[in-house]
């Protein structure tokens, strides 16, 4: 199958400090990364997407400074929230391209609280 | 742009009720349909899909049609258990939009024995 992994599921930071959330596609490579924030009982929200080699791109509104993505090889990508404050704290899930056309392969996400 | 309009919950049922979680969608070109499912704490996981018109998606007991004329996907069940309880996502990827998926509100379905 298409396996995406995301560490850490779960971490509570202290507000000021930053927190790096990584997504690897275990058993295929992928030269895209989606990266979702999910904002309790409501949808996903595409933040930004991720690209192998090159800058990610970002979607209208998301802070490119805050939200720092690096796609450092084919299998491994990652977002680090910087100087989080609480209104970070959400569900951030990430997801890769299918190979086929059958559907995103999603991480399991990671519960950022900020305190 | 693309946008997916799911019927608004949360939905409560009892166990082995039918179930129908309506869909519509707006998209240019043809995309491909799909029905997300999360469990508490969890990511999403795919539960079906089509990617053309009349295409009927399945898995786990339900269904959905992938309906052109009416622009919907609506997910279906005959019978429900308490572990469907979950939050349902309809979302669509286009080919007009770079591989992006596109989510509706997502539903929650609780389901009592």
Request: charged share 20%.
């Amino acid at each position: 199958g298409a396996v995406v992994s995301q560490h850490p599921s779960r971490v509570i930071c202290k507000s000021g400090t930053s927190v790096k959330i990584e997504c690897r596609s275990l058993d295929f490579q992928a030269t895209t990364m989606f990266w979702y924030r999910q904002f309790p009982k409501q949808s996903l929200m595409l933040m930004a997407t991720s690209n192998e080699g090159s800058k990610a791109t970002y979607e209208q509104g998301v802070e490119k400074d805050k939200f720092l993505i690096n796609h450092a090889s084919l299998t491994l990508s990652t977002l680090t929230v910087t100087s989080a404050h609480p209104e970070d704290s959400s569900f951030y899930i990430c997801s890769a391209p299918p190979r086929t056309e059958y559907g995103y392969t999603f991480g399991s996400g990671t519960r950022l609280t900020v305190v | 742009g693309d946008s997916v309009t799911q019927m608004e919950g949360p939905v409560t049922l009892s166990e082995e009720a039918f179930l129908t979680i309506n869909c519509t969608y707006t998209a240019t070109g043809y995309p491909s349909l799909f029905w997300y499912v999360q469990y508490p704490g969890e990511g999403l996981q795919l539960l079906l899909k089509a990617t053309k018109a009349d295409d009927k998606g399945s898995n786990k007991g339900f269904e959905a049609t992938y309906r052109k004329e009416t622009t919907s996907f609506h997910l279906e069940k005959g019978s429900v258990q308490v572990s469907d309880s979950a939050v349902y996502f309809c979302a669509l990827s286009g080919s007009t939009n770079a591989g992006k998926s596109t989510f509706g509100d997502g539903t929650t379905l609780t389901v009592k024995p």
